[in-house]
């Protein structure tokens, strides 16, 4: 079965430095989506992305973030200057055609920012 | 309050009895999908319920959504070991930071 992959699997990086994690989509799937889980701490919403653009963005994603799909298949999410506060285990997921379909995550990358 | 609450918290059943989860959700909803986590790895979906929708099974799985009480169950019959996890709502609708919404999950422990 198709599954979305994510790399590293773990990330540790001084705070101040720049971290790009990679997700890898289900080859046919069109939207892609960041999300975040601080350690204990519920699953939240970073940016959903189609059509080379960010569709929905939440308050979290400020100009520190940027999404991009540089080669047609890695999805990559980049944090420009990591903060503390940015350990987390980060998600990536993907949905096919519909927008509204199932999302189906990757393992998820563990950001540890010291 | 908070968007995405799920009840009960934790939850502790004994193999072969069923569990109940509960999520209710403050925003209008395209659809709402069901994950487990098992400790410290990925979201496996489970199910997902269309806002026109209001019962669907899978299984072991039977998933309930009244959209007048904004409120989603999760029902997994027989349980096994297997199932001890952590079981998560995500809500999908409204736009920005509420278009896609986790509950707050249920960590269910099923004892041999």
């Known amino acids: 079965e198709p599954e979305v992959t994510q790399t590293p699997s773990h990330q540790v990086t001084q705070m101040g430095q720049e971290v790009i994690l990679r997700c890898v989509p289900i080859?046919?799937?069109?939207?892609f989506y960041w999300y975040r889980q601080i350690l204990g701490q519920k699953v939240e919403f970073l940016v959903s992305?189609?059509?080379?653009?960010?569709?929905?963005k939440s308050e979290i994603f400020d100009d520190q973030f940027s999404v991009e799909r540089p080669d047609g298949s890695n999805f990559t999410l980049k944090i420009r200057s990591t903060k503390l506060e940015d350990s987390a285990m980060y998600f990536c997921?993907?949905?096919?055609?519909?927008?509204?379909?199932?999302?189906?995550f990757g393992p998820g990358t563990r950001l540890t920012v010291l | 309050s908070q968007q995405g609450e799920e009840d009960p918290q934790a939850l502790s059943i004994q193999e072969g009895e069923n569990a109940t989860m509960n999520c209710s959700y403050k925003?209008?909803?395209?659809?709402l999908q069901w994950y487990r986590q098992n400790s410290g790895r990925g979201l496996v979906h489970l199910i997902l319920?269309?806002?026109?929708?209001r019962e669907k099974h899978s299984g072991r799985l039977r998933v309930t959504l009244d959209t007048s009480k904004k409120s989603s169950s999760l029902l997994i019959t027989a349980s096994r070991a297997a199932d001890t996890a952590s079981y998560f709502c995500?809500?999908?609708?409204?736009?920005?930071?509420?278009?896609?919404?986790f509950g707050t999950g249920t960590r269910l422990k099923v004892l041999a």
């Open positions: 997921a993907t949905t096919g055609t519909g927008g509204t379909d199932t999302q189906y």
């Open positions: 925003t209008s909803i395209n659809n």
């Open positions: 080859s046919n799937h069109l939207y």
């Open positions: 319920i269309r806002s026109n929708e």
């Open positions: 995500l809500a999908s609708g409204g736009s920005g930071t509420y278009k896609y919404i």
């Open positions: 992305f189609y059509n080379n653009e960010i569709s929905e």
